[in-house]
């Protein structure tokens, strides 16, 4: 059983204030002999309860519950959904106070801490795989080199659908598993059919709430082919019930199907999902809705595919440049490229410097994407990473109606050609040489 609950919290003396409500939680534990343990955001009654044997109960027996009053806990729930049936195990997801008081602490001058919540992540990102590699002979190899490998995904190119995407992500059985082999691969020292790879945690699922994903009525499908048209689309998933798509938005090989009412939206979901559209088995699910302020900031992330709807696909998704997209700009982008950081964003990325501290000189290649914050820097990073020649920006203008001066810049990356297409051109046009960089970066990051 899962129940959502924010209140603050920093371990069970400080549950809520006064010891009677601490006496009631051990009181529970003593009446049924659960246990209650505390890790990663949420404190768990239970699993399994005394006396259990065999498996933990199968997919489809836990409920989530939401609205419950902040201070409300363990000692007053527990009796309520006992008269459902006997509770294997009651998760209460807590908000912890320390985050926010402990992240950016100056620890010692100049030196700053952060803090988040801790993340069991059992899913690795593994770069630089042979192209022609299938899932079978990479589940294989992984299986030889690391323990406790569950499973593999692999996403087949958008242009050559017998090829994977040079990339994979590895999904452990733990989060310990997972630890053990990315430390046993990072050091880049072992290769896998004679090369280098690339190790780094997969970037995890956007969490939205089951309220607001009981309201969504767009579909994500994936794997599409690239010949494949938006009619073509809504023919397809309009099979099933005429008229029910409202409309289709298709970007490279993947698409937002939109529904006018959310239980087509499921039942179609269920019906297509797996079906075949010009040759190719596409996947579909709920598309996840996201916050229209941080659009931008969650689109450097490479958590979000673009569109004019601001939705979600899937987590970990297809786009080679995700694990080399870091954390977000700290100040504003707009499509027109300008720039307006506020003070409190300028106070957010600098950091005092004091006399006498130590300067190294460094390759910026040396970093980690996450020290970048434009786009134009992500696209540098990534072609040296893949061993590529360096992007070249070529400059175009163009006056609108107003006799303003509006500019774009096809980017070109010559050893990509290969018979495959080797420059890329944004669909926007920028009133700033800065704002069209950026967004040509934007657009070729999302296409390669």
Known sequence: MHQENKAAANGYGKIRSGTQNEAALLALME???????????????????????????????????????RDMYEDELVPVFE????????RLMMEFSAIKILNNYEIRPGKFIGVCVSLDNCRLFIGAIPKEKKK?????????????VVDVIVYPSATDKTKNRGFAFVEYESHRAAAMARRRLIPGTLQLWGQTIQVDWADPEKEVDEETMQRVKVLYVRNLMMSTTEDTIKAEFNKFKPGAVERVKKLRDYAFVHFFHREDAVAAMAVM??????????????AKPVNKESIWK????????????????????????QKFLGKAASFPVHLNGQHNPSPSAVEKCTYPFFPGIKLTPISMYSLKSTHFSSAA???????????WTPPEYY?????????????????????????SQSYFMPDKLCTTVEGAKELAAQFTLLHL
């Open 31 to 69: 009446k049924t002999g659960y246990t209650m343990v505390q890790e990663n955001g949420q404190r768990k009654f239970g699993g399994p309860p005394p006396g259990w044997e065999g498996p933990p109960p199968p997919r489809g027996c836990e409920v989530f519950v939401g609205k419950i009053p």
């Open 83 to 90: 008269r459902a049936g006997k509770i294997y195990a009651f």
């Open 136 to 148: 079978e002979e990479i589940l294989s190899e992984m299986k030889k080199v690391t323990e406790g």
């Open 273 to 286: 999902n797996g079906k075949c559209i010009d040759g190719s088995s596409i996947e579909v699910a709920l």
């Open 298 to 321: 969650q689109h450097f992330n490479g958590q979000i595919s673009p569109g004019p709807d601001n939705l979600l696909g899937f987590p970990n998704r297809e786009d080679g440049y």
């Open 377 to 387: 820097m992500h696209l540098d990073y990534f072609c040296h990473k893949n061993n």
């Open 395 to 419: 400059l175009y203008s163009t006056t609108n109606q107003d006799g303003k001066i509006l500019l774009v810049y096809k980017v070109l990356i010559p050893s990509i050609a290969n018979g």
